[in-house]
């Protein structure tokens, strides 16, 4: 199976799929679409610029996204802005971006930096589109956002220390090389080349030991043990001793090259180390610790107690004056935070946008969507007088007004958006190890120091064994290849289309033995599906059009999910009229002297509600033969049904088989979701997992308890609502399929991209590998120790011994990553 997955590649972003036969090429709608808009735009060019390929698409060009703030900072910012961006991924997404940027009327100056994923922009006020402009990077896969990254990520503080001491280490050697190649201490520049190896030296120590003496500082204060630890007291014993000898005249103990060098090593590895994971951090957009603004319309005037418009009985009060100020229609251009809703306010919530807090609907009537709070993918209608609970979206083509009943901080979304910073995890396994690696090696140094003080009674050549013990046993090979080994791993991850934010996931997934799955958006595609595509090739190209033009605006699930087929297939929408929504119903529009509508089969016949006798009788297609009773919506003209459409949740294309592999393995699966128990109930069926094991209904605080529940430092949890944001605070490693919602991208270790659930075994197949290829490193490095600390105890280590042990074990080290990363490919 796997196999057959790797023989089908993606032609637009390079990611490993299983092929469909209505889209052998291309792994996801998204990527057909922005590869057709490439090659018809002429930027072909871009795949020529492409560094290894880039994240998939999926459905990001096709959703509607509320660009309002935007518009505000465009308004104020005087032609100049900077935005963050999502998607940015190599040299060649920063030439698509300019190019893009450059057909604009009004544009000057643009700076797409990929490594911060930020984008600097300068153009004619009053002539450039800033609005315009996001909404055409939205159809090439690119997500624009307010500047929110940091400007100094941790890998760019090491760079000014990485390029200082690489500077210093080459000088180091260059004036110490001389001494190792016979030059007499009489020569006249010896002096001078020995002050200035002491002057690199200590600059070295200063600029680039600093950063390990800091850190291991810092987890020595938390009672952690960390792999600074041993680097520092190499560093220090090499220094301290250096300057002894240094001042004693004993210059063939001196040790600053050793400095210089290892410094520079171990700054080298552990610049490796983050550079990786931050450049899948950077592609994503910063966290939103809240809902963009609202509209305020005004404050309730009458009793808290009941919404305007509802009599102390429950009926509603259709008089004039029971009507909430801006409910004719006139609503409040005045925005507000969230934080500052008070109980009691109505607001106007946009279509797109999310119910901050819990709310009484005072608007007739309205379409939510539900899937970020509950899981659920279908939309429902509500009613006047009813309770929205908090993160509904509003799924309507008009703002709805509301009563708030709660301030923001006591919302449920509140609690759900609130990124709390991780703490350190504590390697349980590596802190053992090096407690009992510093006792021995400084046992050892501390008895050869005593046993050569006690036979010489010289103390120069017993500090030259003590400091030659604590150089030679510093963690050079392993501090260089084991970042590297990371780096493979997480570079082989994004191959792949798994992207790895956080830099101790892999130490956490050797520990990995639950896995548990939220259902809608994760097991299942994140959007609904049509689940019979060919009624669409049914229309002709003209009704085609005129669905698109229905659809293009709508937010209704079903709505997305024909635009996304559509737009994928290169239909064009005809010129929009007035489109009316019928709630709860349908949509209706009036073209070309006819009446089209899209809605409930009993509905869209007519325009009116029918028995479903009557829509049996009436809905039957002449020209594809569909019955509008089995459809879940119809599209008709003047009544005559063109296309029935059925939608349902489409599992992932290879979650059996993948589910099977992963228990094969030895994990318990689990399934906690907020959707209905029979929905749950039927994925647990379709992917044979025991139903005692699969849970629905579940709210977040109690998919959280669950999880806290299962959890013995070994649970991988993969959900992508704000739904699962307590479940991913709760579980040892989290991880998401989503990444264009703000939220749970920035809490996950790692988010991966694609139609399957592949990387998943991918993942722990990698962390198996490095894990392994680590083992290997750490072994030979004891045997290297072994050797080395023999030589210094029986007196035979010396300055230029010990530099050219150190880079050659390190060039082993080096091999056995390689070696470890290239002898077995994944399947």
């Not at 802005?81 to 100056?109: H, M, Y």
């Not at 128990?677 to 994925?683: E, I, L």
Request: charged letters at 20%.
């Amino acid at each position: 199976m796997r196999a057959a997955i790797d023989q089908h590649v993606c032609i637009h972003c390079g990611t490993p799929f299983r092929p469909a036969a209505h889209r052998p090429d291309f792994c996801c709608a998204g990527c057909q679409f922005v590869h057709d808009l490439i090659a018809k735009n002429g930027l072909g060019q871009f795949y020529d610029l492409q560094e290894g390929g880039v994240p998939p698409v999926q459905s990001l060009v096709f959703q509607k996204r509320d660009y309002a703030w935007l518009e505000d900072l465009a308004r104020v910012s005087n032609g100049t802005l900077t935005l963050d961006v999502q998607g940015l991924s190599c040299i060649g997404c920063a030439w698509l971006i300019e190019k893009l940027f450059t057909r604009k009327p009004g544009a000057l100056v643009i700076h797409v930096d990929p490594t911060l994923g930020q984008l600097a922009l300068r153009w004619q006020p009053g002539v450039f589109d800033a609005v315009a402009f996001a909404r055409e990077l939205q159809t090439f896969g690119y997500l624009v956002g307010p500047p929110g990254k940091s400007a100094a990520p941790a890998s760019r503080a090491l760079n000014l220390r990485l390029g200082l001491c690489a500077a210093l280490a080459m000088n180091t050697m260059l004036f110490t090389l001389p001494r190792y190649l016979g030059m007499e201490e009489g020569f006249e520049f010896a002096q001078l080349f020995q002050r200035l190896t002491l002057i690199l030296g200590t600059l070295s120590f200063l600029i680039g030991g600093s950063y390990f003496f800091i850190r291991s500082w810092h987890s020595l204060r938390q009672r952690v043990l960390h792999i600074d630890l041993p680097i520092s007291l190499g560093l220090a014993a090499a220094y301290a001793g250096s300057v002894f000898a240094w001042m004693r005249g004993a210059h063939g103990f001196v040790y600053f090259d050793f400095v210089s060098t290892f410094t520079f090593l171990m700054l080298a590895g552990r610049w490796l180390q983050q550079k990786a994971v931050e450049r899948n951090r950077h592609q994503l957009l910063a966290a939103q610790s809240e809902p963009p603004p609202v509209r305020l319309v005004g404050r309730q005037a009458s009793s808290l107690s009941r919404p305007s418009g509802v009599l102390p009985d429950g009926s509603e009060d259709d008089r004039p004056e029971a009507r909430l100020p801006g409910q004719a229609g006139s609503l409040s251009s005045e925005r507000v935070p969230v934080a500052r809703i008070a109980v009691g306010d109505v607001f106007a919530v946009d279509p797109g946008q999310v119910v901050p807090v819990l709310s009484r609907l005072c608007s007739e009537g309205e379409t939510l969507g539900m899937q970020c709070i509950s899981g659920d993918s279908e939309a429902s209608s509500a009613r006047r007088g009813r309770l929205v609970p908090a993160g509904a979206m509003n799924c309507g083509q008009a703002a709805i007004e509301l009563e708030a009943r709660e301030p923001w901080a006591d919302s449920l979304l509140a609690k759900l958006l609130r990124i709390t910073p991780a703490g350190t995890a504590r390697d349980a396994t590596l802190e053992r190890f090096l407690r009992g690696y510093i006792g021995v090696v400084l046992s050892l140094a501390v008895t050869g120091f005593c046993a050569w003080w006690a036979f010489t009674g010289a103390l120069l050549p017993a500090l030259q064994v003590l400091i030659s013990v604590l150089v030679v046993s510093c963690p050079c090979a392993s501090g260089v290849a084991l970042p590297l080994c990371r780096d493979l791993a997480t570079s082989r991850m994004r191959k792949l289309g798994i992207f790895i934010r956080d830099g101790e996931l892999w130490a956490k997934l050797d520990h990995v033995r639950k896995i548990i799955f939220d259902k809608t958006g994760t097991l299942t595609l994140e959007a609904m599906s049509l689940l019979n595509p060919d009624s669409l090739r049914h229309l002709h190209s003209d009704e085609s059009a005129v669905l698109l033009a229905m659809v293009n605006d709508s937010l209704h699930p079903v709505a997305g999910c024909l635009r996304e087929q559509l737009l994928a297939d290169r239909v064009e929408p005809v010129p929009a009229s007035a489109i009316h929504e019928a709630i709860g119903l349908g949509l209706e529009m009036e073209h070309g002297g006819a009446t089209w509508r899209l809605g409930r089969p009993e509905w869209a016949v007519v325009g009116t509600i029918l028995s479903a006798e009557s829509a049996r009788e009436q809905g039957q297609s002449q020209r594809t033969g569909l019955s509008a009773s089995r459809a879940d919506c119809i599209f008709t003209r003047d009544g005559e049904p063109l296309a029935a459409f059925r939608f349902g949740e489409t599992a992932r294309d290879d979650a059996r088989e993948e589910i099977a592999a992963l228990r094969g393995r030895g994990c318990e699966v689990f399934i906690l979701s907020g959707d209905r128990r029979g929905k749950v109930d039927s994925m647990a069926d379709r992917l044979h997992l025991p139903r005692e094991q699969c849970l629905g209904e579940l709210s977040p605080d109690e998919k959280a308890a669950r999880v806290r529940t299962l959890d013995a430092r070994d649970t991988l949890y993969l959900g992508d609502g704000a739904n699962d944001s307590l479940a991913f605070d709760a579980a040892w490693i989290s991880g998401t399929p989503a990444i264009d919602r703000g939220l749970l991208e920035q809490k996950a270790g790692f988010y991966f991209l694609g139609r399957g659930l592949n990387g998943v075994r991918a993942l722990l197949d990698t962390a198996a590998l490095r894990r392994r290829t680590a083992r290997a490193v750490v072994a030979f490095a004891i045997a290297y120790n072994a050797v080395a600390v023999a030589l210094c105890l029986a007196g035979f280590m010396s300055p230029l011994l010990a530099a050219i042990l150190m880079p050659a074990s390190s060039l082993v080290s080096l091999a056995i990553v390689f070696a470890g990363f290239s002898a077995r490919r994944l399947e």
